[in-house]
């Protein structure tokens, strides 16, 4: 199983959490008094924001597309101040987890750790604050995600952050990121490692109380500001005609993929609602199985001990020594309650991806009613 | 989609040099993909007081034609003094084959520097470069930032050739070769966020919802239509002379039919959505009963 060696991949080199380094000067320095209310030591100050740099946002955006699929993670550097959480870096994880586990988990590790290193020399943060991970059509719960986001949410200061962002609506012309990170009553439970029905009723544990969204900002530094803002603006061309607009050239013209009517997704879309379903019902017949083998069990346990008792009472009548009531645990095995987290993680992926077609069909929708008001005047 | 402001610098060809056996054809156009361009610039703001100028490496992939596609770049430790200029090899091999765990098939295709300005030094590393991308030619990526004033940001790339009698690694002619912005469709919309961003005040902006971004491209679209209306009002109406190309355009984008339209497809392709729309919502709340009646259905005990 490739998932969890890659999380203990990352636990065994994330650094121990330490003092914050101060974002305007060198931790050794005694922080300035006007700022010893932003800076945290202690962690203290909770999470209100996520701000995502550019840089990071088309690192995400280019990693994602390139490893095609939802296959893309990597690790997200940055520092936090005053509650917000700026993420100024990000680095792509290998993924190829073929060869055995051993190995690939201590090259994953080697690699986090000379990378971090590579950054730290030329000046870049490297501090690990989270991972991203791409998806599509809008699900990303999975076992492996909620695994490493648990190992992190133990290891990092603040708990780190997991950044999704969805390849399919990228495409479609709305590039979306979202934080998330697991809430209090998911990671107990997780602790635990129990995942029965008791325990999901303990904690009210439904899939869309798995995780908590951050707002999330994204912020250009002004030189990339700047940047844009030329490449963007409208340089004339050569030999100018009228009307000017129409000769203009810029490096970054305009689009217009949002108004493609396009439903080429759809089709997949649903395709992978069907398939979503038939893996929860294998999963819930899964469940159902262990759930009547355990009742059985319970049942004949049950059976065993009336009989016991019954023998008994009629040996006292009989003015016999009782026998002795033995631990009916040991004569039967009963199964351990099965973990409904699986079940519960697809349903969740059921949710998105239905929740990604209501949000397609409502689009659809209003463009389809533009381009008929469009034809009919 | 050009990077700078066009030029009427003619970009020579150069011939390939006799002592120089490259396969395949010299670099004659480069493409560079926002990510490389955005961490050049990162790279840049992060330089320690003492640097005037910063540099790395460039890796991409070589297309058969001679075009260069730079799809991402990595910096690089280098100190300049008046008497010598020293490039972290190490480090360059080091970050190279970091990356190229992740990404095989991207290539080390040349070198970034940030200013316009080319020297000895700029000879002498891209000398080292071409050492690097041997059998082929290296690329010189030169971007100015526009932090300077009088110049203007913008990206100039170079293939260079050996000058003099006696090549030495120190001389060097830089040929420019035409250089390109270039992203993937499926990508624009990421650097519509980051152009968001940078045009709100406080630089800073929210991912918005599908409907919002929908709205605003329309706003955009009806803006333009009132543009050429106002136009073609003013020709109709004798203010100003009008333009047949642009007369051509416009019944070329307006004249299209609209036939199947009306023709009980649109009513067709409704019914479809509609149909998708209440399935999409007839899951979603099946999965949310689904999982409450997970939590009610507690053990009898």
Not at chain 1, 12 to 22: D, E, H, K, R
Not at chain 1, 293 to 312: C, F, L, M, P, S
Not at chain 2, 211 to 230: C, F, G, K, N, P
Request: one cysteine or more; a negative charge; charged letters at 20%.
């Amino acid at each position: 199983m490739a998932a969890p060696s890659m999380a203990a991949a990352i636990a065994a080199s994330l650094p121990t959490p330490q003092s914050a380094p101060t974002p305007s000067a060198p931790s050794y320095e005694a922080i300035p008094a006007s700022m010893s209310k932003v800076i945290d030591i202690d962690v203290e100050i909770p999470l209100t924001h996520v701000q995502l740099d550019g840089l990071v946002v088309s690192k995400i955006i280019k990693h994602s597309r390139e490893s095609g699929g939802s296959s893309a993670h990597g690790l997200l550097l940055g520092l936090d101040f005053d509650g917000v959480l700026e993420i100024s870096n990000s680095f792509p994880l290998p993924h190829h987890f073929t060869d055995d586990d051993d190995k690939s988990m201590k090259g994953v590790a080697r690699y986090q750790a000379s990378m971090l290193r590579s950054l730290k020399e030329v000046q870049a943060d490297d501090s690990v604050v989270g991972f991203y991970q791409a998806m599509t059509l809008g699900s990303f719960y999975s076992q492996s995600l909620v695994e490493t986001q648990a190992i992190h949410q133990d290891k990092l200061r603040h708990g780190g952050v997991v950044i999704v962002h969805d390849i399919s609506q990228t495409a479609r012309g709305n590039a979306t990121f979202h934080a998330f990170r697991l809430t209090k009553a998911f990671l107990d439970a997780y602790k635990k490692n129990n995942f029965s029905t008791d325990s999901l009723i303990d904690h009210r544990l439904t899939f869309s109380s798995i995780v908590e969204e951050i707002p999330l900002r994204i912020r250009n530094n002004p030189l990339l500001s700047s940047f844009l803002e030329t490449l963007q603006s409208t340089s004339p061309a050569v030999g100018n005609t009228i009307p000017p607009q129409a000769t203009a050239t810029s490096s970054i013209p305009h689009s217009f993929s949002v108004l493609n009517l396009g439903t080429a997704n759809v089709t997949r879309n649903l395709e992978q609602i069907v398939e979503a379903m038939d893996s929860y019902k294998t999963e819930e017949g899964n469940l159902a199985y262990l759930q009547r083998q355990i009742a059985r069990e319970k049942a004949r346990a049950d059976a065993y001990v009336a009989k016991r008792k019954e023998e008994n009472a009629t040996r006292v009548t009989q003015g016999l020594a009782p026998l002795p009531e033995e631990d009916v645990s040991r004569l039967f095995k009963i199964p351990p309650e099965p973990s409904r987290l699986e079940s519960m993680l697809l349903l969740g992926r059921i949710d998105a991806y239905s929740k990604s077609l209501e949000e397609t069909s409502g689009s659809g929708l209003v463009k389809m009613y533009a381009a008929k008001a469009g034809a009919t005047v | 989609m050009p990077l700078a402001p066009p030029s009427s610098a003619v970009h020579v060809q150069n011939a390939t040099p006799g002592f120089l056996s490259s396969p395949g054809r010299s670099p004659s156009f480069v493409t560079v993909h926002p990510v490389a361009l955005f961490s050049i610039l990162d790279h840049y703001l992060r330089r320690t007081d003492a640097q005037e100028r910063v540099i790395g490496t460039l890796l991409g992939t070589r297309s058969d034609t001679g075009e260069i596609d730079v799809r991402s770049s990595f910096p690089v430790l280098h100190s300049e003094t008046d008497e010598q200029v020293a490039v972290d090899m190490e480090y360059h091999r080091n970050m190279y084959e970091l990356h190229h765990k992740v990404n095989p098939k991207e290539v080390i295709v040349g070198w970034y520097s940030t200013g316009s300005n080319l020297n000895t030094y700029s000879a002498l590393i891209q000398n080292f470069y071409t050492q690097e991308t041997a059998p082929h030619q290296a690329i010189h990526i030169a971007v100015n930032t526009g932090v300077e004033a009088g110049q203007p940001a913008g990206v100039k790339a170079y293939v260079s050739s050996p000058v003099g009698v006696s090549p030495k690694p120190e001389n060097a002619v830089f040929v420019p070769i035409p250089c390109e912005l270039r992203f993937k469709e499926t990508e624009r919309s990421g650097l519509d966020l980051l152009l968001n961003a940078s045009s709100q005040s406080s630089s800073s902006a929210h991912p918005s919802t599908d409907l919002d971004v929908l709205e605003s491209a329309i706003q955009s679209v009806y803006d333009m239509l009132e543009r050429v209306l106002t136009y073609v009002r003013s020709v109709l109406a004798g203010e100003v002379k009008g333009d047949a190309a642009v007369g051509r355009y416009l019944m070329d984008t307006l004249g299209q039919s609209t036939d199947d339209l009306e023709k009980g497809g649109f009513n067709a392709s409704l019914q479809d959505t509609l149909m998708v729309s209440y399935l999409a919502n007839l899951v979603r709340s099946q999965a949310e009963v689904s999982a409450r009646l997970a939590l009610t259905a507690s053990v009898p005990k």
